[in-house]
Structures are given as structure tokens and as C-alpha cells.
């Protein structure tokens, strides 16, 4: 069974470009989770995605934004790209009453 | 707000010594609780879990056990290898809100 993939594995841009980053989630997984990781902050949640309909967001600026397809995978977009958005972004899906299965992410520099 | 609390710095250690990574959470009710380990160039997998109190979770060697009277999710590994050297995060799911809160992860380098 494939997992969790994410697309593109890297990503160059510009200040003040924008970014698409995309997910497509294990079969069966209803759920798509967003995470930052930053050098030196960590991992943080982003966004969550539920059938369709953003259920919760992390704290961050609305220039982050996303949406889930109807077959759940996803798309996260990162408009007016600032410097410290360099990191990897981590997907995870999840089937219902099931655990967080994670992507090999998309690594955005920002130039 | 749920939080998980992560000892700081690098972990170095020879091959076939005891590792142990200390993670303290601060959470409502009763979340489950995981261990994630990134290697390099990679995304994180699920190492382990364990999803109420006294629960042991464990995988490759590698154990954690819920302590809920001390709010801690240590890992505990008896004989690393060089290919355990990669960077472990602590993290738990409260559900009602869903996200996963991490710990700040520990780079773990084993050498041969």
C-alpha cells in the first residue's frame, strides 16, 4: 500500500511569490494535517482538513491557506512567501480512530 | 494548552550503549501519547504509542511507558546501533482539538 505522498520534494521561490505544495493521503484517510518545520522552532501544526472542510488552524497568518479535494488529498498554498517561510512542510492523513501517518514533506526555500 | 517538554541539546553515544530521552507533557483530560523518529533527508514515522496510563508502547527495541503521576513518556532504548542516529520527537494528541503538539525533538548520533 503506497503512503503518504507530498509533491514537490523541493521547492525554490522568491519573496513574495507564491507557493502550492500538495498532498495525497494513504486510501482510506479522510483527514490531511499540515506541519512547519522551521530550524530552530520546531515542528507546529498548520491546518487540518476534514472531509472536505477546514476544521482547525494552527497560528498562523491567513497567507497560509489550503483545501482538500474531494478525494481528500490536498493542497497547501503560502501566499506573499517571506524569508522565514523556509522549512519543511510535513503532511500527515489519517483514517478515522487511526494515528497520524506522515509524508516525506516538501522542503521550501525562500530566496 | 497541551504542551510536550523535550530535554535539551544533542544525545552522542557509543554503539550498543543505553539510550534514554526524557519527554514531560502538560495536557487536559487524557491524551495518547507517540514517539516519531526523523531520519535524515526523511519525514517522520511513528515509532511507537501509547494511548492511556501505564500503557508500554514499543517498537525495534525501543520502549516508552505512560506515566501519568509524573506526566512523562521517557524512551528508552538497552543497545542503540549506528542506524538509530536520526532526530526523535515526543508528541501528543489531546482529542477534541486533533493536532499533534511536539516536543522540540533530540538528534541522537550513535557512533560505531
Known amino acids: 500500500e503506497a503512503g503518504v505522498t507530498q509533491s514537490p520534494t523541493h521547492l525554490i521561490k522568491t519573496r513574495g511569490q507564491q507557493a502550492t505544495l500538495r498532498c495525497s493521503p494513504i486510501?482510506?484517510?479522510?483527514?490531511v494535517y499540515w506541519y512547519q518545520q522551521a530550524l530552530g522552532l520546531g515542528l507546529q501544526f498548520l491546518l487540518w482538513?476534514?472531509?472536505?472542510?477546514?476544521?482547525n488552524r494552527g497560528n498562523f497568518p491567513p497567507r497560509f491557506s489550503g483545501r482538500q479535494f474531494p478525494n481528500y488529498s490536498s493542497e497547501l498554498n503560502v501566499n506573499a512567501l517571506e524569508l522565514e517561510d523556509s522549512a519543511l512542510y510535513l503532511c500527515?492523513?489519517?483514517?478515522?480512530?487511526?494515528?497520524?501517518?506522515f509524508g516525506p514533506g516538501t522542503r521550501l526555500l525562500v530566496l | 494548552g497541551n504542551s510536550v517538554t523535550q530535554m535539551e541539546g544533542p544525545v552522542t553515544l557509543s554503539e550498543e550503549a543505553f539510550l534514554t530521552i526524557n519527554c514531560t507533557y502538560t495536557a487536559t483530560g487524557y491524551p495518547s501519547l507517540f514517539w516519531y523518529v526523523q531520519y535524515p533527508g526523511e519525514g517522520l514515522q511513528l515509532l511507537l504509542k501509547a494511548t492511556k496510563a501505564d500503557d508500554k508502547g514499543s517498537n525495534k527495541g525501543f520502549e516508552a511507558t505512560y506515566r501519568k503521576e509524573t506526566t512523562s513518556f521517557h524512551l528508552e532504548k538497552g543497545s542503540v546501533q549506528v542506524s538509530d542516529s536520526a532526530v526523535y520527537f515526543c508528541a501528543l494528541l489531546s482529542y477534541g482539538n486533533n493536532r499533534l503538539a511536539f516536543g522540540k525533538g533530540n538528534q541522537v548520533v550513535v557512533i560505531p
Open positions: 482538513y476534514d472531509e472536505g472542510e477546514e476544521r
Open positions: 500527515a492523513t489519517v483514517a478515522p480512530q487511526e494515528f497520524q501517518y
Open positions: 486510501s482510506g484517510h479522510t483527514s
